[in-house]
């Protein structure tokens, strides 16, 4: 990395000297070139006794009273190496143990993972699962078009004529804020009784299904009434599926009037404020209810569009946008005498959280001026529409029209660029209330196969704002069987609290014909849909044989991950699917951007590549090799990857001797068993056990101790070749056990731990073993009883050598207490052997150093000592070098590990900073130390991040966000005889009483427990080692405050030695390198835009049919009320009666559907 032009705490190489005999305050040498080198061949001394080695390392001759030369760093270097090496050779057991594999070969097998066959094989296996579900799925849709077809409308239908469980009676009868008068009407609901079920993680009861129907839709009315009847019928349908598959979960119908009927039946997630959930909004309905979409969506905002009804054009634009999927593409544009985008976005964008999100922020911003320009506003969209250099849907395109009204009906704009053929739909939407002319609006819609739409007020907007999805389904009804295609969904939050989920959807289409010879319907009756939970998903891939490193992933056509280790979002929206990108699950680079194109397209393919990976605690990179395979999971959307190590090739498989398994006596009985026992602990060190599933009774626990206590008496029980044990994970487990006591019996118990200042031993395996010795310092261990969730373990493998792993600090919680003499630095490194040629890392062994004592052993293996007790004193009649034990009060030296976190060092009053990034303990020197190539630093989005809630921005006493109609609106008829009239009285009543409803998130108001955090992204910032792999001098220039400094990465070991001088002054303050996560917007969208990523969209499009018919449009004009609704309305109002039917009134077309 090039150094940055000279300012205050830049640094620049210093000269090549023999030595530096300048005074220790004089003026500092000029700059020169950087002095690389290399010492002579690293000697393997046997170590001796605890710093016995310094009379044979004598340091070199010195001169005046200086700063270190180099040679003589480097020689400090070389005893630090021999130090560490000699101690991790006596104490690690890294040799002892691979002899002890090869001595108990005869007890395990070596397996070899064959990535092409075991790719295949469980894309064949997540296949099968997903087929089984596609015939319950095709069942249930059938089923639902012949009930249907059969069904016989009834007018005079009453809600005492329909028994079902409604999801929410209970959470309405226990609200007080429903009227006694809606209770009565629960007459009809059943009273149903639950059962817990593991499997739903949720209470059911597999003889009835469920109705869920939002809050807005009143369910008196007719339309809703004769959908419960006709639907009834599929209870049936749903049981059979169960009884034919009992793995399946929650089975649904969702219907295009917004009823859903799911199975089986269980309570509703009763919501903290109003339930705002619409099956019609939910992703695996859009998907299914339609095919993908270019939407261009344009906003009149004359003069004319202002106060009321500028608010409810702006919350319109967001209601529609929560209508697309990731398959869609969109963009929003304002206008009046011009057009132009509301956001950065110049052209048709894909319609992603984060996109979406820009736009709605943008929307806000909307300001009403000038006059009213039709021509400005199509002429954009159209001009969007036709632009073929962009990526884009390229199936359904739209234009959605928000205005107040006028006059002007562009039929030239129309002529020019949308007719005859008329491929663009055009939506017309008249917001508020007003006098004006709404025919112009109308013929719009219906001159361009689209539809005319009212929103007067807010609680028309949700239901107006989805129902353009009916006509797009036109096309997929008409096209009949070729469109009964089922698709899979991204990966979302299950409603119910299944978790994250995958659906399978097929559309339900309307079959009635309105006579004989008419045409046939082309309603979309609603979507089927089945769900497949992702852990299910997860058992079909391979546990435990790929080793630490190793895993299975998968992707669908947008490059989202359905499957990946890093897939773990802190928080989940119902209203939005959870969509991490591969490139995002892991570090992007070009090789990877191959491969995910690679499966995009189905294709097959294999690939070794270099690539950085993060560690499992995401302070550290490391640059890794690694194999991926691929093939298409056929029948779906997805695609299949493996990602293994070179080293994970090969793994060992227990095998226990055919004399032990023939004697059917419980495992407890095993020879190896015994060490597994708590009393063993004290002589054979502390066992903890990787909580995994051993058998299908072992209760599962996060109390280690507590763990092994349910394992242990379940062993009483059963046999080694138990039929409800998974014997790999089992034998293994019991073979490491032994495996790993033969350690503590050749190495451990006859050393003495405190000879060298170790805290502890310790060994972990790929079975599942971490045995830590003595037993005492168990007390003390935090690591992860998973290896494979173990980051020292996991890094280990991936590093050559030994791995140090400082304690864990935050910047701002206190610092380390060393009193108690038990915080540790840990060091790790992998045990390798080879059987027959191929080549194994079972196991990682490793010790715990005591920070304190070994801080003071740094500062003498780093002096000039010759002998241990003669500290060599520098002073004003001697010669000689400064050294990191005397002349500490002048010298800095530390050991800074890989990710730039501070190790150890020889100033006192910084021990207790270690494990601190070293920028937060000298931001001069680490800033030096990147400049100078030491580090290098990679910065990514965590975008599956929780965040706390910001705190509400209002400061006055009114509730914010409160629609509060104006007196014009009250002295307007037909503001009062709205549709939405009582629902927004209603609204308005109870936000001046329960305001925060108004202010809800929408993931709060639709039942998640305390909002108490939020998705967001946060930025990430690790370093990693540079291409600097030599002895290095520097000055860190500065003036009268420079310093100079000497850095040497130790052989062996993932550690930087780095002496320098103590800073002076503090006149050289520099730029402080940050390492520690910050909350962030993520990259600049408007930027990325610019670069889309790859992807396909769905393979089949149904956007025409010749045989449409497009005159229900939406002409349905309003009626001038009579003074006595208006009467009775407002007694009604004033009285806090009940609505009836007509207060709750469905979308008038919606009564067409039946």
């Keep these: 990395m090039a150094v940055p032009a000279r300012t205050c705490g830049a640094s620049r190489p210093g000269p090549a000297r023999t030595a530096l005999s300048r005074p220790r305050r004089g003026p500092r040498p000029g700059p020169g070139a950087p002095r690389p080198a290399s010492g002579p061949p690293r000697r393997l001394l046997r170590l001796l006794p605890p710093l016995l080695l310094l009379p044979l390392l004598a340091a070199p001759g010195a001169s005046a009273y200086s700063f270190p030369q180099q040679h003589t760093v480097q020689h400090w270097a070389r005893r630090l190496e021999q130090e560490i090496d000699g101690v991790m050779r006596i104490f690690g057991g890294a040799q002892q143990l691979r002899e002890i594999y090869r001595d108990n070969r005869n007890l395990f097998a070596v397996q070899e993972n064959e990535p092409q066959k075991l790719v295949e094989k469980v894309a064949g296996d997540i296949e099968g699962l997903l087929a089984r579900k596609v015939q319950a799925l095709k069942r249930l849709a059938d089923a639902a078009e012949t ?12 809600e005492e004529d329909i028994v079902y469980y409604d999801a929410k009676a209970d959470a309405e009868l226990d609200d007080p804020e429903i009227e006694d008068v809606e209770r009565g009407a629960k007459a009809s609901t059943l009273k149903l009784d639950f059962v817990e079920d593991a499997n739903f993680k949720n209470k059911v009861n597999y003889s009835y299904t469920a109705v869920q129907i939002p809050t807005d839709i009143y369910k008196g009315s007719t339309v809703i009434l004769n959908e419960l009847n006709w639907t009834e019928a599929l209870e049936t349908v749903f049981t059979e599926n169960r009884r034919r598959d009992p793995t399946l979960l929650w089975q649904a ?50 003069g004319s569009v202002s106060g009321l009804t500028l608010k409810l054009m702006k919350t319109s634009v967001c209601e529609m946008l929560d209508t697309l999927s990731d398959d869609d593409y969109v963009n929003v544009a304002s206008f009046n005498e011009k057009a132009q985008p509301v956001s950065c976005f110049t052209h048709l964008v894909q319609a992603n959280v984060r996109n979406k ?44 029209m928000f205005t107040d009204g006028g006059e002007d009906r562009v039929q030239d704009v129309f002529e020019k660029y949308n007719w005859p053929n008329r491929t663009v739909r055009v939506f017309t939407f008249s917001v508020g209330q007003h006098n004006y002319d709404v025919t112009p609006l109308q013929w719009m819609a219906c001159a361009n196969k689209g539809y005319y739409f009212e929103i007067p007020s807010i609680g028309a907007i949700r239901i107006n704002t989805q129902e353009y999805l009916d006509v797009l389904g036109r096309p997929m009804v008409l096209a009949g069987k070729e469109a009964k295609q089922v698709q899979w969904t991204n990966v979302y939050e299950d409603a119910l609290g299944l978790g994250l989920v995958v659906t399978g959807t097929l559309p339900v289409f309307n079959l009635t014909q309105d006579g004989p010879g008419e045409k046939k319907n082309q309603l979309i009756l609603g979507v089927m849909g089945i769900d497949v939970a992702l852990n299910d998903i997860k058992r079909l891939t391979p546990n435990y044989t790929l080793g630490a490193n190793g895993y299975v992933f998968a992707i669908d056509l947008n490059g989202y991950v359905l499957l990946h280790p890093n897939l773990k979002p802190q928080t989940t929206n119902f209203r939005e699917p959870v969509t991490l990108d591969f490139l995002d699950a892991e570090l992007e680079d ?45 029948s779906t959307n997805y695609s299949l990857g493996l990602v293994l190590p070179p080293y994970s090739t090969f793994y060992l498989q227990a095998n226990l001797s055919d004399q032990i398994l023939q004697v059917k006596l419980p495992i407890s009985k095993l020879k190896d068993f015994e060490f597994l026992l708590p009393s063993s602990f004290e002589s054979e060190g502390h066992v903890f056990i990787a909580p995994r599933e051993y058998c299908k009774d072992l209760n599962a626990s996060d109390n280690n101790t507590e763990f092994l206590k349910n394992f242990i008496e379940l062993m009483e029980k059963v046999t080694p070749d138990s039929k409800q044990c998974n014997n790999f994970l089992l034998h293994n487990l019991i073979l490491d056990t032994g495996i790993t006591q033969q350690l503590v019996e050749r190495v451990w118990r006859d050393q003495d731990l405190n000879t060298y200042s170790l805290l502890a031993v310790f060994a972990a395996t790929d079975g599942g073993i971490t045995r830590v010795f003595p037993n ?12 494979f969730n173990a980051s020292f373990y996991r890094r280990s493998l991936d590093n050559r050598g030994y791995v140090f792993r400082p304690p864990h600090q935050e910047a701002l919680l206190r610092p380390l207490e060393l009193e108690n003499d038990t915080v540790g630095v840990l060091v790790s490194t992998a045990v390798e052997f080879s059987l027959g040629g191929r080549t194994l890392r079972p196991a990682v062994v490793g010790v715990k150093l005591d ?111 409160v629609f509060v109609p104006t007196i014009a609106d009250f002295l307007n008829l037909a503001w009062w ?34 909002a108490r955090e939020s998705s967001c992204v946060m930025k990430q910032t690790q370093y990693y080692f540079g291409p600097v792999n030599a002895s290095y001098n520097a000055i860190i220039d500065c003036g009268n405050c420079s310093r100079l400094f000497h ?65 229900d449009c939406g002409r349905g004009a309003s009626f001038p009320p009579s003074l006595g609704v208006l009467v009775s309305l407002q007694l009604l109002l004033l009285l806090g009666l009940p609505p009836g039917p007509q207060a709750h009134q469905v979308h008038a077309h919606t009564s067409r559907r039946l």
């Design 147 to 158: 009930f249907q077809k059969a069904h016989r409308w009834q007018d005079n239908i009453k």
């Design 253 to 302: 119908f969702g219907s295009a009037t917004g009823v859903t009927r799911y199975y089986p039946a269980t309570p509703w997630r009763a919501p903290k404020k109003i339930d705002l959930y619409d099956v019609r909004r939910r992703p695996w309905y859009i998907q299914g209810a339609s095919s993908p979409k270019d939407m261009v969506i344009i906003v009149d905002v004359s």
């Design 357 to 400: 999100k820009v736009f709605k922020e943008a929307v806000q911003g909307m300001v009403a001026k000038g006059t009213t320009g039709y021509k400005a506003g199509f002429e954009y969209a159209f001009d969007q529409l036709q632009n073929s250099n962009i990526t884009r849907a390229n199936c359904n395109k739209m234009i959605m």
């Design 590 to 634: 070009e090789n990877k951007e191959e491969i995910r194109r690679s499966m995009i397209d189905g294709n097959k393919g294999h690939k070794q590549i270099r690539t950085l990976v993060k560690s499992l605690d995401e302070r550290y990179i490391d640059e890794v090799m690694r194999n991926y395979t691929w093939v298409p999971i056929r």
């Design 776 to 787: 005492k310092a168990a007390e003390d261990w935090t690591e992860n009883p998973e290896p």
């Design 851 to 961: 920070l304190e004592a070994w801080a003071e052993k740094f500062k003498v293996l780093a002096s000039n000592r010759t002998h241990q007790d003669q500290p060599q004193k520098c002073g004003p009649s001697t010669h000689c070098e400064m050294d990191c034990e005397v002349n500490n009060e002048d010298l800095l030296c530390v050991l800074i590990d890989d990710g730039g976190f501070l190790v150890l060092s020889n100033q006192n009053h910084q021990w207790d900073q270690v494990g601190r990034f070293f920028s937060e303990v000298d931001a001069n020197l680490m800033l030096a130390l990147y400049n100078n190539s030491f580090y290098t630093r990679k910065e990514s989005y965590d975008y599956q991040a929780a965040c706390a809630p910001q705190p509400p921005g209002n400061l006055g006493a009114a509730p914010r966000g």
């Design 977 to 1010: 005889t709205s549709a939405a009239a009582w629902s927004l009285f209603q609204q308005l009543l109870y936000g001046l009483i329960y305001h925060s409803w108004f202010q809800a998130d929408p993931a709060e108001a639709e039942g998640s427990p305390e």
């Design 1047 to 1111: 850095a040497q990465r130790l052989i062996n070991t993932n550690l930087l030695f780095v002496v320098a001088e103590k800073p002076l002054c503090s006149q050289c303050e520099a730029g402080r390198l940050l390492q520690k996560e910050t909350h962030s917007d993520g990259p600049e969208q408007c930027e990325l835009v610019q670069r889309p990523r790859y992807r396909r969209g769905p393979h089949i499009c149904f956007d025409y049919n010749a045989t449409e018919d497009t005159s």
